[in-house]
């Protein structure tokens, strides 16, 4: 494809964003000040193309099988997932998503506290990364993440959003997220039974959603 388009649109402003994390909890736990920044669309790709491309792909990957069903071509799908980790690859998909990334500044090698999400579809949010450790080694206690999350969701139904979506790294995590509410997604119509079929496989890349 020689270009791409911006298929949806995101608005929501920078303080919402931050009042979802429990800031006091947070610093009390992990004993120092901290300070969360939000990182926008090419920002993210300049800093974490991986994090970037992954809504990209997913949007394509169901956009193929929303429009031919099982008879998506196969090799495009595996061209799709071959070129993910591409700088431009959301030149090749066709299609830009907007996101917003926030990452804290405890100057640790990767961010510690961290929550990355896309617009997937008009009434869609894809959650693609959620991190809260109190350093490299260290998972934040006290009920840190899952609050964080759960403001999340209400952030999101201010936002008339009807669906969160995303893919849980590893099959241990699950548990988190379905005590919250999420569960398997399954869903036929964009092909996201097939991919719940190969994260069981493998144990990791889980698919799950939530109905707002």
Request: net charge negative; glycine share 6%.
């Amino acid at each position: 494809m020689d270009g791409f388009k911006v298929v949806e649109e995101m608005f929501i402003n920078d303080e919402d964003i931050l009042n979802i994390f429990p800031i006091e909890k947070i610093e009390k736990v992990v004993g120092r000040n901290v300070k969360l920044s939000i990182l926008r669309d090419d920002e993210i790709l300049d800093k974490y193309i991986q994090k970037y491309n992954m809504p990209v792909w997913v949007r394509a990957h169901n956009d193929s099988i929303s429009k031919f069903g099982k008879k998506a071509s196969q090799k495009y799908l595996e061209e799709l997932y071959r070129l993910r980790d591409l700088a431009d690859f959301r030149t090749y998909a066709g299609i830009s998503l907007p996101q917003i990334l926030v990452e804290d500044n405890l100057g640790f090698s990767f961010p510690v506290i961290s929550i990355h999400f896309a617009k997937l579809r008009e009434d869609e949010i894809f959650l693609n990364d959620v991190i809260f450790y109190k350093n490299e080694d260290e998972k934040l206690k006290g009920g840190v993440a899952e609050e964080t999350i759960k403001n999340f969701i209400n952030l999101c139904k201010k936002n008339n959003v009807a669906i969160i979506s995303g893919h849980v790294a590893n099959k241990d995590i699950l548990p988190f997220f379905k005590r919250i509410g999420f569960v398997d997604d399954k869903r036929e119509k964009f092909g996201n039974d097939r991919l719940y079929e190969i994260s069981i496989q493998f144990g990791y890349q889980c698919p799950v959603y939530i109905e707002l």
